[in-house]
Structures are given as structure tokens and as C-alpha cells.
């Protein structure tokens, strides 16, 4: 399994090139669309308890954006940050 990771958000063009024993070779190419994961309001790129505090804050302001709200139930709730806390939001 090959990995690769990206540091900012946005469009990329993928390309996957595979070459067998003999020298046959075939290639692939798709775009895909790079975002952060849910539960991460500070965009550091990773979903930590400081993450948990932010959706706090959006749920007592009664604030709703997509990436706090983690179940995806179209509001923001401490449940919210209880996920991200239990870090359920990547699994």
C-alpha cells in the first residue's frame, strides 16, 4: 500500500502508474478534492481536545458549520465535542 498525505486543502490531480515483470505499463489519473477532516476548527490537521473546546464554544453561541458538526445532524451539540474528544470523528 502506497500513501501520501497533503498539507493544505484543495484540488489534486492523482496519478497512479503500475509496471509489471515484463515492462507493461499502465497509468491513471483522477482529481480529487482534499479537505480537513471533521472536527478540526483550529485546520491544524489534526482533531484534538482543542478542537473539542471550539465546538463547545459554536454549541453554547448556538453557531452550526460542517466541520463541527461531527454526527451530521445539522446542529452543533456538546455530543459534537464528545466526538471529537473520543476522537470517533476519523474512525
Not at 31 to 45: E, F, K, Y
Not at 67 to 80: F, H, I, Q, Y
Amino acid at each position: 500500500m502506497i500513501t501520501h498525505s497533503y498539507a493544505t486543502e484543495g484540488y489534486y490531480v492523482v496519478s497512479l502508474t503500475v509496471t509489471d515483470d515484463k515492462g507493461a505499463a499502465g497509468q491513471v489519473s483522477r482529481m480529487i478534492s482534499v479537505t480537513a477532516p471533521r472536527g478540526d476548527l483550529n485546520h491544524d490537521g489534526v482533531v484534538t481536545s482543542a478542537d473539542a473546546a471550539i465546538v463547545l464554544e459554536m454549541a453554547a453561541r448556538g453557531e452550526w458549520s460542517q466541520g463541527a458538526d461531527v454526527d451530521g445532524d445539522d446542529v452543533v451539540t456538546s455530543l459534537d465535542a464528545l466526538m471529537v474528544i473520543g476522537d470517533g470523528v476519523n474512525q
